[in-house]
């Protein structure tokens, strides 16, 4: 059975606690990545689980049996690492045969298992090669071919893909992809491209300072972030976030005061229990849609700066307050510096957070 | 045939070969050939003395110009010791022997422990190593005149004076110091992600260290090496307390023939020292590829 869990994973560094209280179960087949900022943790979680880095506190279990205290060697993992880590003096066929050698296999064997990931990865041409003989994203699929080479009880990848070109990214992406859904093992992918964790995982984990701030499908993080961090962390371009204050509550409608504007908004009961105080507005760029005429759920600012994005344009709109307004039109849709926009919110992908910054649901 | 194809006997040999001023320029070039003429000069004219007869080898204003001989070379393996006396073995191809023996063994066996040390105090750090390792250092740090009597002394006790062990230990000791702390950099600076690697991917420890860490030391090993051996070659203090008739090395032997009937033989002596100074040329060498980037470890970063 492949699977991992962690739960209440704790590390410490001295005084510093990197990673705090993590809970994350993947399932067999499953593909779970870690997306945050650089430092949050999401190297040191993928460290506790391989066995590099001992567990402070807490329990990781691979497979259904607890790691805590075995060497990595035990643990029947594969990972793939930041900077590849392939052994600059062994040749490329060495490195992925590497992992063969404690399996007792015969030369010969080995030597088929290498030619059968080389042929997957297209490494055929480079296997005689020595690693700082090799282009970026040759060594990163010879790391990968390493990694896959043979049957272990799951993957774990840290930032696979970030030393790759743009054009690259997209073609590993699939492939690796594609590899791992043949291979039905659970797997944890660290990032931090919210695209690359949005198109390879099933699930995704989004931490901040140590801690995971919501764990869910790509439509869950996305669509219903559970806090404000999560909001503005996943979706390209970030997502609004407007001050605001909530004046009053009547039949599930509020009538939110945003700075000069003030709107109404379909909202939930439980709303009601936060009349009178602070509260932060999350609207989408994409879910802002210039109309004629002001409404009660219309923002209403002046075109500051174009940026044309290909298909859409990025305009920012800045409104009486000053606050900067995110919004992405389609291309036919012209706009010029200094127009005013009336700005419609799509109310179903508008988000409210307390003043405490978790959804209010 | 390709460019790459056409390739100097130098080349070839895998020496590098340098032609032309490069990016320096004429007057930089020059002036570090002059430095290294100055530098060279000495062991040029050890050379060329050594085939010089006694009376050219004495001669005032100095000869650049003679007629070589290889009497001198002769003379090193046997010689008479009087006028008129039949020639007698010198007993100088064994003390190269010994030399090559003595210094070898101990560099090599210094290099095997030293790196085990080395990779320990890098990657299984004690509590309080770096006291260790200045504490390894400092039987260094006395001149070698005010350690000689207790070790004389306790090599006498031991029974080791005059033995090949004795020798062997007692180099091998004075070459630890450096190798450890040599080899400790050199394995700091290796990236530890490609051990954890190499651990999940089921390497023990021995397996991790003799395929992995090891190669990529190559120049450390060498540069090391090359110290080491240039050290221990060259001493003659120890040697010449430490080392008995069968052991003597070629330093002890060569302050020896100093002296005799017709004054200083600078001829022989001259070709003793080219005799001695072959065996460092050409390990230096072979090993000068790695050498360069040894000598250099820290300041290029790969
Ligand atoms: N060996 C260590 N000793 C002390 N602090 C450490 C150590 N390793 C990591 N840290 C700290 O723990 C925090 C988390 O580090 P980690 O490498 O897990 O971040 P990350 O999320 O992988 O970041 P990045 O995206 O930049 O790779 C950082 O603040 C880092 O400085
Ligand atoms: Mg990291």
Redesign the pocket.
Known sequence: MSTIEATNLTKT??S?T?VRDVDMSVGEGEVVCLL?P????????LRMIAGLESVTEGEVKIGGRVMNKLPPEKRDIAMVF?FYALYPSVSIGGNIEMPLYHLGLSAEERRQEVARVAEILQLGEVLERLPGQLSEGEKQRAAVARAIVRDPNCFLFD?PLSRLDVEQRHSMRGQIKEVLSGLSKATVI?T?DQMEALTMANRIAI?RD?MIEQIGTPHEVFSQPRNVFVAGFIGSPKMNLLDGRLLTVKDGKATIELGADSVVFPVPAAAEALVESHLTIGIRPRALEPVDSPSERSLTGQVELIEPMGAETLVHVRDEDERDLRVVLPRERKVKPGEVLHLACDLTQTHIFDDSGLAVR | MSATDKKSLAERLGLKVYSGVGNAGWGRTLFAAVISFIYFFPVFWIILTAFKTHNDALAIPPKFIFSPTFENFVAVFSRAYSAGAAAQDTGFALYFFNSVFIAGTSVLLALAIGTLAAFGFSRYPLRGNDTYLFIILTTRMLPAIVVIIPIFLMFRVAGLSGTYIGVILLYTAFNLPFTIWMMKSFFDELSPDVEDAARIDGSSDRRVFFKICLPQVKAGLAATAVFGLILTWNEFLFALLLTGVDTRTVPVAMAQTIGGDIGVRWGLLAAIETLFLIPVIVVTFMLQNHLLRGVTFGTIKR
């Open positions: 560094f001295g510093f990197a945050g650089s430092g949050c943790g999401k190297t040191t979680t930041q930032e660290v931090h931490m140590g």
